[in-house]
């Protein structure tokens, strides 16, 4: 049974950082893209970014500069590093596998998925 689970969300103050991580299992992760989502309250879900098999990765324009997508595939597990983090960041990051796949910005896209885990940036 294939399982995506989040942790090391957080209460975090605006300017720190946080590291979430992703493990993955029940799949052959190295041949899996690995995205990152977000949902704040009231508001859709977003794409946060991706990291292909290969190692590519791909960013929001939101986050673009302040987070890092990375992957261990020794350790199924992908990795979201949030750095000069902003209140408005603030929501429930989700993480997702996908094997093919040509949208990748798109959650439906994505064959598993995560329960999530909540991030809070305050002010």
């Known amino acids: 049974q294939v399982q995506v689970v989040e942790s090391g969300g957080g209460l975090v103050q605006a300017g720190g950082s946080l590291r979430l991580s992703c493990a993955a299992s029940?799949?052959?992760?190295?041949?899996?893209?690995m995205g990152w989502f977000r949902q704040a309250p009231g508001k859709e879900r977003e794409f946060v970014g991706t990291?292909?098999?290969?190692?590519?990765?791909y960013y929001a324009d939101s986050v673009k500069g302040r987070f890092t997508i990375s992957r261990d595939n020794a350790k199924n597990t992908a990795y979201l590093q949030m750095n000069s983090l902003k209140p408005e960041d603030t929501a429930v990051y989700f993480c997702?596998?996908?094997?093919?796949?040509?949208?990748?910005?798109?959650?439906?896209?994505?064959?598993?998925r995560g329960q999530g885990t909540q991030v809070t940036v305050s002010s």
């Open positions: 990291i292909t098999w290969g190692g590519g990765t």
């Open positions: 997702a596998a996908v094997r093919y796949g040509s949208s990748w910005s798109r959650f439906s896209e994505y064959d598993y």
């Open positions: 029940g799949l052959t992760f190295r041949t899996y893209t």
